[in-house]
């Protein structure tokens, strides 16, 4: 059975939401502690007041309107990171919610998952979307803190979330999607910019130029540039929410309610803190209508809502696409033990001058043809009189799992270092159970032999591959969630100062909030 989940926030007559058939509720709430040192930035995703809730009285309020019916509420601490100096606010955030009986607590810093269980551990977590839960691995990492429900990313496909759930193999967990609202078009796991502080739309919401290249250096086809550009003028629209006649529109996957079920997925999440209570109520509606029909697409064929100019969640594709039993296919044996990992080989290197070569994945990988590649890299520095020595190779991609390594390339990059005495770092982007379930077919066989370092990008990699022998792990750059808003340094006083005045915060401390940037 599907469970709607909805937004909820000090509507006049927020009762008539709660009267709603949605089963849920979640909410946000900036209170004056926060307010008057960052404005409403930085404690949750929705850096907006009108979003949010303003102090723990309103709170109660809903939280008792909502338990007199039984259904439980959520509140979102779901920030990417905080910062040591936001610790003594956050902890007293999360006092204040516990106090007022909320039923819990929506989350995306592990940090924060500690605070909680110190401050509060009888109230549930939540997982948030924000976390990049996207393998079965990173289910079972946070099944290990102890959290009750996971939030899939935006931008996972059924097909993904449903090998996530048969690898992960946890009977007690409970599994949410999105289902209606706002999409965007990039991660939001490992999304940098900044929501609310800039004056205009978010970065996220610009039309883009695009330059499209071939990576065999070849010339694009006329064919190849009509359809990029047809492409890329779909993507501006579907980012910007607009129809061809600039209507506003939803994003949309109704259809998708009864594949969802099928695998596990029985809690449907309704974005829309920032709409009116007329909008929330035709949406909870709408998803409704779509539960008790069970109103599947399973063919090309349109559905009505799409007819209307919808966007969608998940794609015809992805719906149609008969789920595979990947449990099978994607389980691989390794030998799991305890051990302690060896201590980095770069640290009997401290005294010596360095360098190391970042070398992605090539389209043929061929020793020679890698060396010269990082020779090539070292001619800069031969203007020095004792220029660096090479002694360790990056070999892999941080950011896209479509260019993982396969095994004879991981082999052929190893045997380079190992014919010009280098050590060798596999970098790993996050990736779905599928890829991980090929890395760590690649990691099993070049570990038996050797030691490598592993440049881990998220939590379930960490978790899979720290008790493998052989292997020292790093945490990756997209692990580190610091804002890198390339609009901000340039004029960052003149902007907070720009932001107090605009949002009504005159107390807003400008040096706490460029810190937290």
């Avoid at 007559?13 to 209170?31: H, K, Q, T």
């Amino acid at each position: 059975m599907s469970h709607i989940v909805a937004p909820l926030k000090k509507y006049e007559r927020y009762d008539r939401l709660i009267d709603s058939v949605a089963a849920e509720f979640y909410v946000g709430m900036i209170p004056s502690y926060w307010r008057n040192v960052y404005g409403s930035i930085g404690l949750n995703r929705r850096d907006f007041s009108f979003c949010n809730l303003s102090d723990s009285d309103e709170l109660y309020q809903l939280v008792s309107a909502c338990h007199a019916q039984n259904k439980p509420v959520s509140i979102t601490l779901n920030n990417h990171y905080y910062t040591v100096e936001q610790e003594p606010l956050i902890k007293q955030y999360i006092d204040d919610c516990a106090n007022v009986g909320i039923d819990s607590f929506i989350v995306a810093d592990p940090t924060v998952i500690k605070f909680i269980k110190e401050v509060c551990p009888h109230v549930r977590i939540t997982i948030s979307s924000e976390a990049g839960c996207y393998s079965g691995e990173d289910i079972l990492n946070f099944a290990d803190m102890g959290i009750q429900r996971i939030i899939f990313p935006r931008d996972m496909t059924i097909q993904e979330m449903a090998e996530a759930i048969q690898w992960a193999h946890l009977s007690d967990m409970e599994y949410e999607a999105f289902i209606f609202g706002p999409r965007c078009t990039y991660s939001g796991p490992y999304c940098t910019m900044t929501h609310g502080l800039i004056n205009g739309p978010s970065f996220c919401s610009y039309k883009m130029l695009h330059s499209i290249l071939r990576t065999d250096g070849k010339i694009l086809s006329q064919e190849e540039k009509q359809n990029a550009a047809r492409l890329l003028r779909s993507r501006n629209r579907w980012s910007c929410n607009k129809s061809n006649d600039e209507e506003q529109f939803d994003t949309c996957g109704i259809c998708a309610i009864d594949k969802l079920e099928k695998i596990g997925v029985h809690y449907l999440k309704i974005v829309g803190r920032e709409y009116s209570l007329e909008e929330n109520l035709a949406n909870i509606q709408k998803v409704q209508k779509a539960i008790e029909k069970k109103d599947s697409i399973q063919n090309e064929q349109k559905s009505t809502y799409c007819r209307n100019g919808l966007a969608c969640y998940y794609s015809l594709q992805d719906i149609n696409t008969p789920l595979s039993n990947c449990t099978n296919n994607l389980r691989v044996s390794i030998g799991r033990k305890d051990f302690c990992p060896e201590t980095s080989s770069e640290t009997s290197l401290k005294n010596m001058p360095e360098i190391a070569v970042l070398c992605n994945v090539l389209e043929e990988v061929d020793i020679n043809r890698l060396v010269q590649r990082c020779d090539k890299q070292l001619e800069q520095w031969k203007l020095f009189e004792s220029p660096p020595k090479i002694h360790r190779l990056y070999f892999g991609n941080e950011f896209c799992e479509k260019k993982i390594p396969s095994l004879y390339e991981t082999q052929t990059a190893l045997e380079a270092c190992h014919i010009n005495g280098w050590e060798f770092t596999l970098l790993l982007p996050p990736m779905s159970t599928r890829c991980l379930s090929q890395m760590a077919k690649v990691v099993e066989t070049v570990t038996a032999n050797c030691h490598i370092e592993i440049v881990c990008n998220s939590w379930g990699s960490i978790h899979f591959f720290r008790t493998m022998p052989n292997v020292t792990l790093v945490l990756g750059r997209l692990l580190n969630k610091i804002k890198h808003d390339p609009f901000l340094y340039e004029q960052m006083d003149e902007i907070v100062e720009t932001y107090k005045e605009r949002y009504h915060f005159p107390d807003a401390d400008v040096d706490s909030i460029k810190n937290y940037y």
